[in-house]
Nanobody, 114 residues
Framework: QVQLVESGGGLVQPGGSLTLSCAAS????????MAWYRQAPGKQRELVAR???????NYVDSVKGRFTISRDNAKKTVDLQMNSLKPEDTAVYSC????????WGKGTLVTVIS
């Protein structure tokens, strides 16, 4: 069983930065593929960034060059550094862990507004 707790959301102006963090409990964290998803009001949830156990990383095109995902297996955390934020980045951001079974955090709200 894995529990995920996100933190770091908030209100930011366009062009600003935020770092989201996801803390995981449980064992075998290093085996998990970790990802950040987001869901904007009225839209479907989308994958934002994913980091595999071997370090490979994927980003959705809309955040490439602006967002950076990283993981610390010793601390059992995965971070999402978000720069040059845009109003369209406004969403609830959720952490996901998957290794045969998928686990989700409750999410943290990011609001980008001038």
């Amino acid at each position: 069983q894995v529990q995920l707790v996100e933190s770091g959301g908030g209100l930011v102006q366009p062009g600003g930065s935020l770092t989201l963090s996801c803390a995981a409990s449980g064992s075998s964290f290093s085996d998990y593929t970790m990802a950040w998803y987001r869901q904007a009001p009225g839209k479907q949830r989308e994958l934002v960034a994913r980091i595999f156990s071997d370090g490979r990383i994927n980003y959705v095109d809309s955040v490439k060059g602006r967002f950076t995902i990283s993981r610390d297996n010793a601390k059992k955390t995965v971070d999402l550094q978000m720069n040059s934020l845009k109003p369209e980045d406004t969403a609830v951001y959720s952490c996901n862990a998957i290794f045969f079974v998928s686990y989700w955090g409750k999410g943290t709200l990011v609001t980008v507004i001038s």
